[in-house]
């Protein structure tokens, strides 16, 4: 399951839909009138994220060929 994830995290899709998602979140900045709220969600988002794929970076196997 860690190797599924890591290749799909790791993915060029991947990519893209976080890039995608940091854009949507910086164009609502103005919306949110730059809120703390606003920022919040993206901090929390992001230190979530990170911390999940500590774990599942430190539980995939490396393939050497």
């Known amino acids: 399951m860690a ?3 890591a290749k799909l995290a ?3 899709s991947a990519f893209v839909a976080i ?3 940091t854009f ?3 164009v609502t900045g103005p ?6 709220t606003w920022q919040l969600v ?11 794929m500590v774990f ?3 539980q ?4 050497t060929q």
Do not use: E, R
């Open 10 to 12: 790791g993915s060029s």
């Open 60 to 63: 995939t196997k490396v393939i």
């Open 3 to 5: 190797q599924n994830t």
């Open 56 to 58: 599942v970076i430190s």
């Open 42 to 52: 993206i901090n929390t988002v992001t230190n979530i994220v990170s911390m999940l």
């Open 19 to 21: 890039c995608v998602i």
């Open 24 to 26: 949507v979140w910086l």
């Open 31 to 36: 919306i949110f009138h730059w809120s703390d």
